[in-house]
Structures are given as C-alpha cells and as structure tokens.
C-alpha cells in the first residue's frame, strides 16, 4: 500500500519537460533559466509555460534562453530578446502599460456598460405606462356607463 501510495505522489509532481541535454552545466544559470522560463508562454500550447511544455517551438525558446544567459545577458535583457522575436503574447503575465490597458479595463468597463444600460432600461420600463393604463376620456366613461346599464 505504501509503494502505490509513492507511486501516485511521484506522479502527482509537476512534470517539466526541460530534456538533459538542454540543462546547463552552471546551477545558478540553470535556476535563472528554470525561474525565467516558466513565465514565458508556449506558442503552440498557449496556457503552458516553455518550462512544462513539450512542443519542439518551447524546446527552442527554452535553448535560446539558455544560449542569451549564457552569453551574458541578464534576466532581462533575456526575455526582451524574446519578446522582440516573439511579441509580448509570449509573456504569461503581460505588463499592464500602453495598449495591455486597453485590453485590462476592457472586461470591467463592458460588465460596466452592460450595468448601466440594464438600469436604464429597467427605470424606463417602470415609468413606461402599459396601453390599457391610460385613464378613460369622458365620453368613454359615458360609453361604458351606458354598456354597464344594458
């Protein structure tokens, strides 16, 4: 029972699919490459991180991350080299400045359009007098008088 229980938590753990011969010899590059990867995006898988993904566009994006730490680029100066090539769609978690804004207020701001029209629509609705609602002329009231004592 103890070894099936093992077996489950071994494969509960994450899997990344960094292969051994993209890990780099040097452990605190490998750990910025590590750190950094997994907030860049897979194109091809798109909600995945480079860092989980086993698509062969991830594989290159992790090796040419790998190849700018390498060559002396700091973390980010690594990943502007990335989002030059690729477009800030890579980035799991865009920065919130210039056109993103638009894209971050979008959802809020529609759900609060959609509030305002619905209240304005519902106030118009109450105030709104149905047909039969108007009150009767005078000679309708006589009209009816004179139907009622038929």
């Not at 938590?9 to 910025?32: G, H, K």
């Not at 798109?46 to 993904?53: A, G, K």
């Not at 919130?96 to 207020?105: K, M, P, R, V």
Request: aromatic fraction near 6%; proline fraction near 5%; include cysteine.
């Amino acid at each position: 029972m103890k070894r099936l229980v093992l077996i489950f938590l071994l494969l509960a753990t994450p899997l990344f699919a960094v292969q051994p011969d993209e890990i780099l010899q040097d452990p605190a590059l490998e750990a910025r490459a590590r750190a950094l990867s997994k907030g860049l995006r897979c194109l091809v898988c798109r909600n995945e991180s480079i860092d989980q993904s086993e698509a062969g566009l991830a594989r290159d994006l992790r090796l040419l991350l790998r190849e700018r730490l390498v060559a002396g680029d700091d973390d980010q100066q690594a990943v502007d080299f990335i989002v030059a090539r690729y477009g800030e769609f890579v980035l799991l978690k865009p920065d919130i400045t210039g056109a993103n804004w638009i894209l971050w207020a979008a959802g809020p701001l529609m759900l609060l359009i959609a509030g305002a029209a619905g209240l304005f629509y519902l106030r118009g609705r109450a105030t709104e007098k149905a047909p039969g609602e108007e009150p009767l002329s005078s000679q309708e009231q006589a009209r009816l008088r004179d139907i009622l004592k038929q």
